[in-house]
Structures are given as C-alpha cells and as structure tokens.
C-alpha cells in the first residue's frame, strides 16, 4: 500500500517562500513518477510540478516557473517543492500525487496525499 504523507505548509506573507515535502512509503523512491497539485477555494485542482522517476524530468504548472522548483531524494523517499515569491492566489490545499509516469493531468496519479494547507497573506 503505497502512501504520501506531505508537510511544510503553513501561513506566510506574500513575496515569502515556503518548501513543502512529501514522503513516499510502500514503494521505493525511484518507481514512482511525483507531481504536487493546488486546490484554490472554490476551484478545480490544477497542476504545479511534476517530476520523473529518476529526477532529470520536471514540469511546471503555468505561472509557477521561475517561482517554483521541484525536486527529489530517492534515498530518503521524499519530494519537495520549494515555493518563492508566493502571492495571495498560492493559497489552497497543496496535494502530492504519485503515478507510473509523469503528467500533467490528475487522472494520471495513482496515488494522493491528504494535503497540506497553504495560506498566502497579503
């Protein structure tokens, strides 16, 4: 049974940085392909990064490079998003997400943490 467990979140002023983590436990570090989601109130949940099985692959959500970077330690199981420069519209419920392969679509993960909130005051 493979779970995602993520943490780092938090309230924070606009323009300041936050670096969420998410560790992987059933599977090895290097099997699975990682992504984080947002779900802003009242909006769908969408894409931020993503990242390959072996770390060479990342992909951004819109609006997130250059702000965001994606990264992980396959030896301790873990991801992280490094968030800076966060604006106001950050804020929602950060997701971590695992899956075969890396994409940028929900349906493509398998498998979901239960999130963590992120609150971007202004």
């Known amino acids: 049974q493979v779970q995602l467990v993520e943490s780092g979140g938090g309230l924070v002023q606009a323009g300041g940085s936050l670096r969420l983590s998410c560790t992987t436990s059933?599977?090895?570090?290097?099997?699975?392909?990682m992504g984080w989601f947002r779900q802003a109130p009242g909006k769908e949940r969408e894409f931020v990064a993503g990242i390959s099985k072996n770390g060479v692959v990342t992909y951004y959500g819109d609006g997130e490079k250059g702000r965001s970077t994606i990264s992980r330690d396959n030896a301790e199981n873990t991801v992280f998003l490094q968030m800076n420069s966060l604006k106001p519209e950050d804020t929602g419920v950060y997701y971590c997400?695992?899956?075969?392969?890396?994409?940028?679509?929900?349906?493509?993960?398998?498998?979901w943490g239960q999130g963590t909130q992120v609150t971007v005051s202004s």
């Open positions: 059933g599977r090895t570090g290097d099997s699975l392909a």
């Open positions: 997400a695992a899956g075969p392969f890396l994409d940028l679509v929900e349906s493509s993960y398998d498998y």
